[in-house]
């Protein structure tokens, strides 16, 4: 009696307890992103097709990876998706955030509607839905021939117009930043905007004096977050355009998958495992630089 009782208080102990709800995730992580990563550090400086085991070639992967035109390639169209796209969505997401940020009785069915694409926009379904109304008889072409009687069907997955087909579509998914954006607006001081008023200062400057300065940090946070999501972006690229045409659209993780996944010939799963790491660094770097310069533009109470 005294053993159940002493286990029942121990297990009862907020740090015990913490342990056992922790151990869910903590046995998640590795299983399956700890071990996989560090499996996928040996396998790079491997000759490794899955089949066969994996031969140890140092770092022959990754000087071939930087002679690799196909990389360069798939890194350039990445680089400018997540470049362009990002500073588009947050935006996007800001200025929708503004024009809810008044309580009204249909505000919460409005912000439940734009927060919606953000739910299902990277599912397959609405991957190949957007496909769908891109295409040559598709509903944007269809509407736009209504609008402009003589225009002929525009073939938006040309080699200079498929990437902004799905930088379009990431644009489209700007719920998560939106309310980000919406629960720092709540936080600003409306003592602020009332002092701005008593100087005379217009709706237009009390946004760039007042409401932008103070929603940096949060600018900041949805530009790291969502430039991250840029660069790991694959659904869109595989599903609506499978990195086509002339891979114009051939994101990084695409050409990732292709090598580790082909679908003719041997796996490269060692040199893809090398790509996969790269990305990383890649991803470090241009996080660390967002880091670097936050200090000359976030605001810091």
Request: hydrophobic share 50%; proline share 4%; charged share 15%.
């Amino acid at each position: 009696m005294n053993n159940k009782k002493s286990l029942r208080q121990a297990l009862g102990e907020e740090h015990v307890a913490g342990y056992i709800f922790s151990l869910p995730f903590i046995f998640g992580f590795l299983m399956f992103m700890l071990i996989p990563m560090v499996m996928s550090l040996y396998f790079s400086f491997c000759k490794y097709d899955i089949q066969n085991p994996a031969a140890f070639i140092g770092f022959k992967n990754y000087i071939d990876i930087f002679h690799d035109k196909s990389f360069w390639k798939a890194l350039r169209v990445t680089v400018y998706y997540a470049f362009v796209g990002t500073p588009l969505k947050v935006i996007f997401a800001l200025i929708v955030a503004l024009i809810l940020a008044r309580d009204t009785k249909l505000t919460g069915f409005y912000r439940a509607a734009y927060y919606l694409p953000s739910i299902i926009g990277g599912s397959v379904a609405v991957a190949i839905l957007w496909r769908r109304m891109f295409e040559p008889t598709g509903t944007i072409n269809a509407l736009l021939s209504i609008l402009f009687p003589g225009m002929t069907n525009f073939n938006w997955f040309s080699e200079k117009s498929a990437i902004w087909v799905l930088i379009v579509l990431t644009v489209w998914q700007f719920g998560s930043s939106m309310l980000i954006f919406l629960s720092a607006l709540k936080q600003i001081n409306r003592e602020l905007y009332e002092a701005a008023m008593v100087d005379g200062a217009n709706k237009w400057k009390q946004f760039w004096k007042v409401t932008l300065p103070l929603l940096t940090p949060t600018v900041f946070f949805n530009l790291v977050q969502q430039t991250i999501n840029s660069f790991l972006a694959f659904t869109q690229s595989k599903l609506i355009t499978d990195g086509q045409p002339k891979d114009s659209t051939l994101f990084y993780t695409l050409y990732v998958y292709r090598k580790a996944f082909p679908s003719m010939g041997k796996s490269q799963m060692g040199y893809a495992s090398a790509l996969a790491w790269i990305m990383l660094v890649i991803i470090s770097t241009v996080t660390a630089l967002l880091f670097w310069s936050r200090s000359k533009w976030v605001y810091e109470e």
